[in-house]
């Protein structure tokens, strides 16, 4: 099994609302991580999970929240949300842990894309 | 730090000719590259990857891509294009994170 599996696949939501996104990999990669992608445009890291712990935060603002509920699961949690947030959400993993230097290729999911009124 | 740079953004061929997306790498350090695809409406497909074993690096659907550390170079190429090959193409350099390339969008002309 190589999927990266993300849920919802669509995603649309109002200014105020609270959403999650959720992404689910059982391939026993110790390292998870969020990308954002806007249109024509190449992703942007958001945040990296490494042995469930938070090891990178590109410093995305507040109302994006990641959780690592174990080495399987990574959340992302919506909240306040403005329409310049809109993109599509990938989710990834790898085999090692970061810090220091990594060979390995990450995984990609198919991606949430939401859409923010 | 570590960067890659894609050079043309918009790459259109012809089924059945010869398909060239180029990628340089900026390193300090023995660089792992990587090149990856996207189709429309999808995530991101590995093709291939460079970790410094054979410097021609043969992945899926046909693609290749040659590391030249003299032109600090990893283009990808494919013989002949298919009308499948039609995508976002993504040039990456990892350390402790993978960064990627503006990417190239590559349209096959029937």
């Known amino acids: 099994d190589t999927e990266v599996t993300q849920t919802p696949k669509h995603l649309v939501m109002g200014m105020t609302n609270k959403k999650s996104l959720k992404c689910e990999q059982h391939?026993?990669?110790?390292?998870m991580y969020w990308y954002k992608q806007k249109a024509k445009k190449p992703p942007e890291l958001m945040f990296v999970?490494?042995?469930?712990?938070?090891?990178i935060n590109e410093s995305v603002p507040s109302r994006f929240s990641p959780e690592c509920p174990n080495s399987s699961l990574l959340n992302l949690h919506l909240h306040a949300l403005q329409p310049e947030d809109s993109a599509l959400y990938l989710c990834?993993?790898?085999?090692?842990?970061?810090?220091?230097?990594?060979?390995?290729?990450?995984?990609f999911g198919e991606g949430s894309r939401l859409t923010v009124l | 730090a570590q960067s890659v740079t894609q050079l043309g953004s918009h790459v259109s061929v012809s089924e059945g000719a010869l398909v060239l997306l180029r990628c340089n790498y900026s390193s300090s350090v023995p660089p792992y590259l990587f090149w990856y695809v996207q189709y429309p409406n999808q995530g991101l497909q590995l093709l291939l990857k460079y970790t410094s074993a054979a410097t021609l690096v043969k992945g899926i659907n046909g693609f290749e891509a040659e590391f030249k550390k003299s032109e600090t170079s990893f283009h990808l190429t494919k013989p002949s294009a298919h009308m499948s090959d039609a995508a976002e193409y993504f040039c990456?350099?990892?350390?402790?994170?993978?960064?990627f390339g503006t990417g190239t969008r590559l349209t096959i002309i029937p």
């Open positions: 391939m026993g990669h110790r390292a």
């Open positions: 990834a993993s790898s085999q090692e842990g970061s810090g220091g230097l990594n060979t390995g290729e990450l995984f």
């Open positions: 990456a350099v990892r350390t402790e994170k993978l960064t």
């Open positions: 999970y490494s042995y469930e712990k938070l090891s």
